[in-house]
C-alpha cells in the first residue's frame, strides 16, 4: 500500500518547480565537483557528468523510497545526496575512461561562437576523406592499422612495401602526393627503398576552371583583371596542386609572371592536414616503427611548410630578402610587384633567358661558359646556406634561368631554407671537416647542434664516422651530394637527431648537385663546395677576423669578468664561517621527473585501491542498515559498489604494469 502511494508523491517532488530549482542545483554540483577534483573540464563534460549524477540518484532515491515503509519520508535528502555521490563519481569517472589530453583540446575551442552545421560538414568531409584514405592504404595492402612493419615480407605476386606506399600516395591525389615528395627528402627519417620509390612521385594535376580563377582575381584584386593587365595569357604555362602560373603584361609595359593560388584549395589543404594529423596519431599509436621513424615529427614539418606555401606573401617576403643578401651582379633575382601582390596571387618580374633544362639553347647565347655560371652559382647558393642564413631550398634545373645577358636568374622562392648562427656554423665546419678527412671535427660539427639519445656512445660514433669517411671520400672516388643521404642513415641509427633544417639543406645540395651537372657536365659539386666552405672558416681565421672574434668574446665575458672577484671574496667568507654548502637539484630531468610521477601514480591508485576494498568489506560485514532493494541493505550497496571500484582500479594498475613488460 505504501508502495503504491509513494509514486505520485516522488512525482510531485519531481515535477514543476521543483524540477527547475533541482537542475539549477545539480548544475552547481556538477561545477563544485569539477573544482574540487581538479578536473577543470569544459562545459561539456561537466554538463554529461551532472547529467549522469541526477539520473543515477535519483533513480537511487525512488528505488530507497518505494522499498521503505515510509514512502517518501527523507527523500528529499536521500536525493541530494545521492546526486551528489554520483556527479562526483562521473566526474572520476569521465576523467579516467577519456583519452588522455582529448577533453583538455575539447574544451579549448569553447571560446568562440558555435556553429553546429558548418562544424557538423566539416566534419562529415574530414570522415569521408578518411574512410577514403583507409580503404585505399587497405587496398594496396599496407597493414593492419595502416602499419607497414619491418617484417613485411615479399609475398609473391604483392610489390614490395616502398611500391605500394607510392601509390596509395597517388591514388589518395591532393596533398599526399606532395606529403610523398617531402618524405623523399627525409632520409634522415626513413628507408633510402621508400626515398627512391617516392622520388618517382610527379604532381600533374589539370588547370582550374578559367571562371573559377577569374572570380578569385578580381576578389583580391577588386578589380577586373583587364583594369590591372594590359595583357593576360589565360593558357597556364604550368599548373600544380597548389597554384597555377600565367604569362601577363602590366600597363606599364613590363612583362611578368602571375602565380594564382588554385580556387578552393585552401579549404581542402585543411581537410588533408586533418586526415593526415590523425592518420600519424593513429600510426605512432599502433605500429613500432612509425614511432620509431617519428611519423608525426614528419606530419608536422609537412603540415607547417604547406600552410606557409598557401601564402603567396611568404613566397614575396623570400623573394625579396634574398635579393637583398644577393652580392653578385652576375645572379638575378625577379623583382616582386607587392602592390598587386596578395595571399593568393603573386606577380614577379619574367625573365628573358632559357632554363638549366634546355642546354642546347644555352649554347646559343653568346659569351656563356657553363662552367663559369656553375662556380658562381654554387658559390651564390653556399653564401646563401653558410652565411645569410635563407636559402633557396629548390633549385632544380627549371628554377634557375641562364639570361640573355649571360647573367643567372633564380625564380620560385615558395620553397626557402632558413638556418639561425648556430646551425650555420655547425654546417661550415661539416663540410670543412668532410674537406679535410677530419672524422673528428664532424663529430663535433653534428654534436653541436643535434639531440642525442640516452646511452649515446660517442667514440663508438666517430669511429662510424671515420668509415662513412673511408667509403666515400677514399683517393679515387669523386664525392657525391647523395653521400649526405647515408650521413644521415647513420645519425639515425645512433639516435641522433639534426634539425629539420638540415635535411633542407642536404635535399638542396643533392637538386643543385643535379642541376649544376645538367648546367656543366662533369662538375664536381662536393670537391666545389668543400672548397667554399673552407675559405669561409680560413676567412674566420684571418688576423683581423681572429681580432675582431676575439674582441667580439671579450665584450661578452666582460660582465662575466667584473662579477667574479665579487663571487670569490663571497666564497671565501662563506667558507671561513663554515656554512659553505653544497645542493644538488634532485629530478632536475623531465624523463626522470615523469618516470617518478608515473610510479607514485601507481602506488596511489593501487594503495586507494587497497583501501577502498577494506572499507567496502567492513561494509558488506555490517548487519541490518536502511533497505534498498529486496535482501540487500544500502549498506551493503555501497559495499558492492566500492569493489567494484577497487577492482578497476587495482586492475588498472595491474594492465599498466603488464604493459611495460614488467611482469
Known sequence: MHTVAAVPSIAHLLGGGHLISTLIGVAVIAVVANRLLGARRGLGTTVLAGAIGWLTGTAMAIVLARSHEHGTAGFTRNHWLFVTFFTLSATVWIEMLAKPGALARAQAGLGTIPRPIKSMRRRSQRLSRYVQITRIAARNGLGRDLGVTDDDEPIEGRPPVAVRIRRALEQAGGMFVKLGQVISTRADLVPQSVVDELSKLQDSVSPAPRDAVEAMFEEELGRPVAEVFAEFDWEPLAAASIGQVYSARLK?????????????????????????????????????????????????????????????????RNATEISRNLIDDRVRIPKVYDELSTGRILVMERFDGVSCRQVDQIDTIPGVDRQQLADIMLRVAMRQMLVDGLFHADPHPGNIFVLRDGTLGLIDFGAAGRLDGAQMASLREMMFAVGQRDASLLRQAVLDVATVRAGFDDDLFERALARFMARHLAPGVPPSAAMFNDLLQLLFSFGIFIPAEFSTFFRSLVTLEGTLKTLAPGYNVIESAEQVATEMVRDQLRPGSVEELAKQEVFKLAPVLRRIPRHIDRLATIAERGDLRARVSLLSLEEDVRVVTTLWNRAILAFLGGIVGLISVGLIAIKGGPDFTGQTSLYEFFGYFGLFCSTVLVMRVLISILRDGLN
Open 252 to 316: 606599364t609595359g613590363e612583362a611578368v609572371i602571375v602565380k594564382a593560388q588554385r580556387p578552393g584549395i585552401g579549404a581542402a589543404v585543411e581537410r588533408d592536414l586533418d586526415v593526415l594529423e590523425q592518420l600519424g596519431h593513429t600510426a605512432e599509436a599502433r605500429v613500432p616503427v612509425a614511432a620509431e621513424y617519428r611519423v608525426m615529427d614528419l606530419v608536422d614539418e609537412f603540415s607547417n611548410g604547406l600552410r606557409e606555401e598557401l601564402d603567396f606573401r611568404v613566397e614575396a
